[in-house]
């Protein structure tokens, strides 16, 4: 299996890019991943959607959607366009250490 390293940290990932173990994901590490990626640095805002998605997906197993943000997480789409801008669901999961969520091209 493909592994990443960034700085001190060492992640396994798939084909994609996509973390394949969460455990291996650390917030000091979101914060460098979301640099890369043009973030910058993450506010509580971003804090919240990303704790959101590991929160839910330790309990249901499924990385959440960005439909499932909406309605269980109660996240406004725009604001998740407009912190995570392109394709927020890949982004969020990305930068929170889990697997892409199911539908997502």
């Avoid at 801008?85 to 889990?98: C, R, T, V, W």
Wanted: charged share 20%; net charge neutral; with cysteine.
């Amino acid at each position: 299996m493909p592994s990443n390293t960034i700085a001190e940290y060492t992640f396994a990932v798939n084909e994609e890019g996509f973390f394949t173990n969460r455990e291996e994901w650390s917030e000091p590490l979101a914060e460098m991943l979301a640099s890369m990626v043009g973030i910058g640095e993450l506010t509580d805002a971003h804090w919240a959607a990303l704790r959101f998605m590991r929160d839910d997906q330790a309990k249901t197993g499924v990385t959440p959607t960005l439909r499932r943000m909406q309605t269980q997480g109660k996240f406004d789409v725009k604001q998740l366009f407009t912190l995570f801008p392109g394709k927020p669901a890949k982004m969020m999961s990305y930068l929170a250490g889990l697997p892409k969520p199911v539908g997502c091209v």
